[in-house]
């Protein structure tokens, strides 16, 4: 199970990080990542995150300004956003796979529940 956390309201260029617990074990081969659907568009990929190197990859329309991130220790996924704007606004889900090309395509067999990211301007 994938649990995002750390949603909410902020301004336009303001920053909020976002979590996701994974329960059980995560192996090496994994990808982790986060995407994003805002109201009446389609879900978009965001970020992903290799589990075993750490290799980071990012949608062009957040690169530079989000950072995403991982403790194995605790089994958790992170997603900083910086310089947040208005068409940031959407729900951030969480995603797991093993297959890189699932993940960025938003076709990952798992998923979190959503938080909601809301960005005023």
């Known amino acids: 199970q994938l649990q995002a956390s750390g949603g909410g309201l902020v301004q336009a260029g303001g920053s909020l990080r976002l979590s996701c617990a994974a329960s059980?074990?995560?192996?090496?081969?994994?990808?982790m990542g986060w995407s994003r659907q805002a109201p009446g568009k389609e879900r978009e990929w965001v970020a992903a995150i290799r589990w075993g190197v750490g290799n980071t990859y990012y949608a062009e329309s957040v690169k530079g300004r989000f950072a995403i991130s991982r403790n194995k220790a605790e089994n958790t996924v992170y997603l900083q956003m910086l310089s947040l704007k208005p068409e940031d606004t959407a729900i951030y889900y969480c995603?797991?796979?093993?297959?890189?090309?699932?993940?960025?395509?938003?076709?990952?067999?798992?998923w979190g529940q959503g938080t909601l990211v809301t960005v005023s301007s």
């Open positions: 995603t797991k796979d093993s297959n890189w090309g699932k993940v960025v395509t938003n076709k990952a067999d798992n």
């Open positions: 059980g074990r995560i192996f090496s081969s994994a990808v």
